[in-house]
């Protein structure tokens, strides 16, 4: 079973940031917080991980709280082509291999 | 850099058929997953190979098997379809570098069993 909670939808304006929550409140010390986004019928794409630190790339911002039992995803200027599903997903820090647990995700709808 | 490349994008078998779906990871990766995505139970981990061992596997009856070459390519099969088969076949590589490695996913293959 997926170790996350997320809302099942949020709706954002274009050129505003979207901020997707995830719940992960019995994650573990070891346990990476990675988050994929999956555009209708096409793969996941990876968006970004981190352990405890917060977390910035070029496509997003992560955010974890201090005792790290939620995070925060920030996409800080949405466009329409945000429009997704966002998974948020918990991974033991020395799972090496690829398997991860989907849950059901936060759907994303971006609207000009 | 190439991405990772699964073959059939769209395939459609009859109930009884058997299948067989290819992916190549990027190039270095070493570690390939498969994972079904249907609309009822979302994204199910299949079974995951390292050096053309299977190190992981979900629950899913035996019809699906796999398959893990010595250049990383891998191959998933599925004998004696059901109509609840159909679904999009993803496949998912990693270099396998040990702690918070990233994994990248290929488009998938959308299989229909009528």
């Known amino acids: 079973d997926a170790k996350t909670t997320q809302p099942p939808s949020m709706d954002c304006a274009e050129g505003r940031a979207a901020n997707l929550p995830c719940n992960h409140s019995?994650?573990?010390?070891?346990?990476?917080v990675y988050w994929y986004r999956q555009i209708h019928s096409q793969g996941p794409q990876y968006i970004i991980h981190?352990?405890?630190n917060n977390e910035t790339n070029e496509m997003a911002s992560l955010i974890i709280t201090e005792d790290r039992k939620s995070s925060t995803l920030i996409l800080p200027h949405a466009t329409l082509r945000d429009t997704a599903v966002y998974y948020c997903?918990?991974?033991?820090?020395?799972?090496?291999?690829?398997?991860?647990?989907f849950g059901k995700g936060t759907t994303l709808s971006v609207s000009s | 850099k190439a991405g990772v490349t699964q073959t059939p994008r769209y395939l459609i078998k009859t109930r009884g058929q058997q299948v067989t779906l290819s992916c190549s990871p990027i190039?270095?990766?070493?570690?390939v997953s498969w994972y079904q995505q249907t609309p009822g139970q979302g994204l199910q981990f299949l079974f995951e190979?390292?050096?053309?061992?299977?190190?992981n596997k979900g629950n899913f009856p035996g019809r699906f098997s796999g398959r893990q070459f010595s250049n990383s390519r891998s191959e998933m099969n599925v004998s004696t379809l059901e109509l609840g088969d159909s679904a999009l076949y993803l496949c998912?590589?990693?270099?396998?570098?040990?702690?918070?490695?990233?994994?990248?996913f290929g488009e998938g293959s959308w299989l229909t069993v009528v």
């Open positions: 998912a590589s990693s270099l396998r570098t040990g702690n918070g490695n990233t994994i990248y």
């Open positions: 019995t994650i573990s010390g070891n346990e990476y």
């Open positions: 981190g352990l405890k």
């Open positions: 997903i918990v991974r033991p820090q020395n799972q090496a291999g690829t398997a991860l647990i």
């Open positions: 190039s270095g990766h070493r570690s």
């Open positions: 190979y390292f050096s053309e061992t299977q190190r």
